[in-house]
Nanobody
């Protein structure tokens, strides 16, 4: 099982980023997927989840209306569109399978929101 995240960077408050995750080693189309983040000194938190065929989504309250999760089962990829970014969104972002939290995690991609 492997997850490779990309798309992070430095952005000003109010800006946008689109994160991508390439997954492999399991049947992607049968798996719910999620984006998670961990800020310095804080526990990792779930940001958004999406069901196996994209019909159902979940967002943590702090990102509702600003972030959108999507997936492309043909490419084994999951995305996170982040708009109206705030300094509190600064963290390392990871993708993973919600049902298997003990499987290995990827390197993540750093998102820094700062003026």
């Amino acid at each position: 099982v492997q997850f490779v995240e990309s798309g992070g960077g430095l952005v000003q408050p109010g800006g946008s980023l689109r994160l991508s995750c390439a997954a492999s080693g399991f049947t992607f189309s049968s798996s719910a997927m999620g984006w998670y983040r961990q800020a310095p000194g804080k526990a990792r938190e779930a940001v958004a989840h999406i069901s196996s065929f994209g019909a159902g989504t979940y967002y943590v309250d702090s990102v509702k209306g600003r972030f959108a999760i999507s997936r492309d089962n043909a490419k084994n990829a999951v995305y996170l569109q982040m708009n109206s970014l705030e300094p509190d969104d600064t963290a390392v972002y990871y993708c993973h399978r919600p049902a298997y939290p003990n499987q290995s995690w990827g390197q993540g991609t750093q998102v820094t929101v700062s003026s």
